[in-house]
């Protein structure tokens, strides 16, 4: 088994990451870190456990530890929760330490040696992981994008063989993107907010990122643009994207590459049966209905219509944020990046 | 005073046009029309008020008639809020015995002699009434769009100098769209639904012939595509619109646009003070929030972005359906087409 | 392998039971019956499912039968997730032809020789039976009792001990209760509905018949009053209930009576390893935290205060419907009734 | 004009007193006041309106002061919509410069010489008063009950004359009640909360003082007893209550007592037509629907059972706050308190 860690094990991010490591196969839960006023404490009588599937109880017992590179030392990987600001420098004190850093921030997402991947779409690019030990670095550190940039990186992944030249994308994100306490109630119920903080530049740069080409050195960003409309909706969990994409094809061929896209690797454990499902049913997806397909880790895509337009969606806080990392973290395993 | 009827008066449109209309200074509620089995009961006891504005008690006396045309022939002018397929047939009658039809429906709307109006865009297309009296029709036909058709449009009006030729949008549109028993509960709560019936399809042809050439006998589609994605989220009332619109100027310029528009007449009483309104604020327009200006009857803009990008927004059941109509009327009247 | 079948098996409760059976250890889904126009098709082509957990794919090529008790006489046992008019006839027919019926519907619960069953608190009234066989019935009719009632039933049992003569209870009912197209969005949105046709009637008298005795021929109903005001609150699952019950016993008795409470059986395949969960956190049970505890069949109670005072909830159309149906055939089958 | 002052002018309450005093025909806006960093600012600049009614545009001018005492000294009355903790101390002081202080705050609530006052119920007791007066203090302070308490003791006001002795109440009260930021989206949303903080132990003790009888120089309690059951649901605005009352009458006379009652004064500004309307419709009243009677400030009331049961609601920051601290202010200057 490998010791993993989680750094910000409270929040709403870190709860997820709870909820999809407890019962790893390959994963032992070591380390759970958060505030400096929890350390010592047991995780049961800290967390204040806000999501709607059962609190793990195995996971109970763990004493929490700072959020100090210090505390995860003795892990093999340590998932970040963190934000941002936080986890600058903390990721990067970790990678030092010899350990490897699965990251959800957006702090090293563009750093030139650090890959930021999904691993369904850009496997290859784990091989910065050598171009981080050559400049020196004993671990390292791997991102996964931003929620809403995987629900249409993935989507758009199965159109990559026709090219495409230009993105347009309105998305309608959960409440839970923001965390637990990021939302005021009287701020989103009967309500959109046309607003989502750094999201539209994320989802501008990101997918070039993830979809450009490694060679060995370094990527080369994707030579497409994303111009994105980004709106919080009165939805739990679940982003969903209106897509607009410049292919030039037949429906039908897009629709078969939908229908007929497959991950290119099997077998990791949170990997789902299907990385992108095609829905002909002309409502669909929605997210109260289809977020938790592929328990959270298959995005949806459905709607497909001639401009090219199509609907794509997925769980924002699983396929989009814990379980893209922890997805990450299997297949650097299986690629012997340990 | 002039005698105006309502056809459909107990729905979510039919409503909004009798609060609309209880107190308004030139025209006097005459007639309202219902089902068979409301017909010959005091509208108050046979309506099931469910707006969150008082219920005019000035109106309950009033007697609820059929919905045939013989029920409002005395009308001087009679709103619609008929559904398409039954609304065919009645306003054609109606027209016949020589009453003005200013109808919400979507039965007529692209008829080659009927105008299809929004009195601040295409106000000269009223021009087809004499067409429709020409070819011996006593009275006549006017429609006003459907909801997210107005909303664009309007927002776009103030960017016509510039030309364009391509315009995308996603729209969130409200619950009260689809009348007071069109979305079930279980359907759209924590839920976003990517298909609205037909909404796409008006989307693409509405503003065309309202932003079309009028030419004395028939209007010329405007040059330009629409491509919409159109959604429903829970929300109660106001439809908020992500669009993109293919202008090459700087936003400099798109803003003073949208800041210097003003409708190109004034006094009508359903008019507000202004029918765009621009927001520089991050966030807004937000339906909660702005939904109800000028008395439901302003379209908000906001977060304009380079792409061009921007956010609009209206109440759908007032700027987009009821009070559309009315402000048709109230036009009509001052043109002296009655 | 028990053959069992479900009458109405496309609606909400419908479909609660075939997720609940798909995969069931002792019986096999063998006959799903819908209306007229589904019949004869797949029930995956005609069934509309909208839960918010995967459908169960084992069950889509099963041919839809007509609701007719013809259709089902091949059954060891038929659920009924019938409405009331429709279940009174077809329930009778079912069980004259000697299959038993376990019926959510409410037309036969209050006949005499009918069991009201809540499987924890009364398995002794399934000597009705007998009752039932006796005059005649080739097989028999086993109601469970409204949703509200159940929570409130299994919440009361552990305390029955103590004694009670008048229970008051105020209810915040999901939307879900009302079938899936029940409750209109315009109705319930930001709003709190204070009525629910013949509910507070039925929790008047339904916990009575359950906690009543049963002498071998007939039951006495129990000695207490519930005066019960009834309201639907925007919530999707889960009933919530503030309590109050005169009993005059120190709170920490109540606390222990709660905390102590078992099933008085063990080993039924739906039953959860808590029937009742008692909670010290003040802020607890919530609907969204708590609806799915022991897959959706404890009743979690907390909140206790003098008066004496608890909060209550639990799934309603889990525990407070199909799952209770379930239990009670489970019950049904290991007392050997089949 | 009066000089009137606001204490805390940017929250949910304090926007609530700048809407309802921004065109007051008695009461001149004169001085806001907010925290620090506001301080010196235009409060058109510093405020972020999040009604869903228009910024008053009059108001948008005057400078925010800080939140002492001697910013609003030059006030004839000042409102207080500060948070408990800071209302104390200020609010004495505030008093003590000779200013009448009307406090929606719970600072004072239960001092034997504050009144806490329903314009409605008790303005007897603004003699308190005089009493504060006697013992040096040169202005007062005047206290409005907590906003459930007031929803229910002006419901049971026009039942006083038949007596009662005890009283049990399940409140589902809006999010708005816990201020803009009180309630997390994540915590309410598909939810009910069955706990608000000192809420019922405020409904156990206010609505006694209100209705307890005052000799001219203190307030005896009333003798009965309220049990409350406290629990936030997902609603904007209008708080809802199941109500029980140990009444035993016939349900006529106590229909005829809440359709026969009238307030003890008229004139008012801020006074609705009706302080308590009564419906006889089944499904009424309903915080979407009526919360906004009166301009706010009526309590509706309907369902009414035999129990005595019946369900109750206003709207809770208008006639539960800065609606109810105004009618005191006018009822004060009615009386020649000033």
Known sequence: MINVGI???????????????????????????????????????????????????SVGDLT???TTAEAVKDCDIVFSALPADVAQGIEE???????????????????PDVPLVIAEVNPDHLGLIDVQHDRGRDGFIVTNPNCSTIMLTLALEPLRTFGFSSVQVATMQAISGAGFNGVAAMDIYDNVVPFIRS???????????????????????????????????????GHTLSVWVDIDRPLDEVRKAFLE???????????????????DQ??????????????????????????VRFTALGHNTIRGAAGASVLNAELIYMKKYL
């Open 7 to 57: 750094l910000g094990a409270t929040g709403a991010v870190g709860q997820r990451f709870v909820q999809l490591l407890a019962d790893h196969p390959w994963f032992r839960l070591h380390t759970l870190t958060a505030s400096e006023r929890s350390a010592g404490k047991r995780y049961a009588d800290v967390v204040n456990w806000r999501l709607d599937v059962p609190f793990p109880e």
């Open 64 to 66: 929490v530890s700072p």
């Open 93 to 111: 004190d970790v990678a030092a330490n010899g350990v490897g850093v699965c990251s959800n921030a957006s702090s090293h997402r563009m750093d």
């Open 199 to 237: 999201e539209e530049e994320k989802m501008a740069t990101e997918p070039r990122k993830i979809m450009g080409s490694f060679d060995g050195s370094g990527v080369e960003m994707a030579p497409f643009s994303v111009s994105a409309c980004c709106n919080r909706v009165p939805v739990i969990d």
């Open 261 to 279: 896209y497959a991950a290119p690797f099997s077998g990791l454990p949170t990997q789902p049966a299907k990385s992108v499902e095609y829905f």
């Open 282 to 307: 002309p409502d669909r997806p929605q997210p109260r209905l289809d977020r938790n397909r592929g328990r959270g880790m298959t995005v949806s895509v459905g709607r497909l219509r001639e401009g």
